[in-house]
């Protein structure tokens, strides 16, 4: 299994990004996929999670209102586009997938990517 996680960069206060995160190696159809950040100095916490189905996405409070994950049925990939960026947002965000239930728990998390910078200027 592999995840690999792309889409990350520097954008200004208000901006947009859109992280992907790619998912070859089996078939995710019972699988929950989630993004997770960690800032310098901080625990790894959630940030937003969907059924590899598409259907039941749920975010943290930070992200909620601003941030959309969304699977691409086409192709082995989820979505997460963030907009209204704010500083506190700067972190590496990772992808990760883990069989059965949602979860906000990353510990609970089988498989992960790689993790993709994201930087918010003030």
């Known amino acids: 299994v592999q995840l690999q996680a792309s889409g990350g960069g520097l954008v200004q206060t208000g901006g947009s990004l859109r992280l992907s995160c790619a998912a070859t190696g089996r078939t995710f159809d019972s699988y929950v996929m989630g993004w997770f950040r960690q800032a310098p100095g901080k625990e790894r916490e959630f940030v937003a999670r969907i059924r590899w189905s598409g259907s039941s996405p749920y975010y943290a409070d930070s992200a909620k209102g601003r941030f959309t994950i969304s699977r691409d049925n086409a192709k082995n990939i989820v979505h997460l586009q963030m907009n209204s960026l704010k500083p506190e947002d700067t972190a590496v965000y990772y992808c990760?997938?883990?069989?059965?239930?949602?979860?906000?728990?990353?510990?609970?998390?089988?498989?992960w990517g790689q993790g993709t910078q994201v930087t918010v200027s003030s």
């Open positions: 990760a997938a883990r069989l059965g239930r949602g979860s906000d728990d990353w510990s609970l998390y089988r498989y």
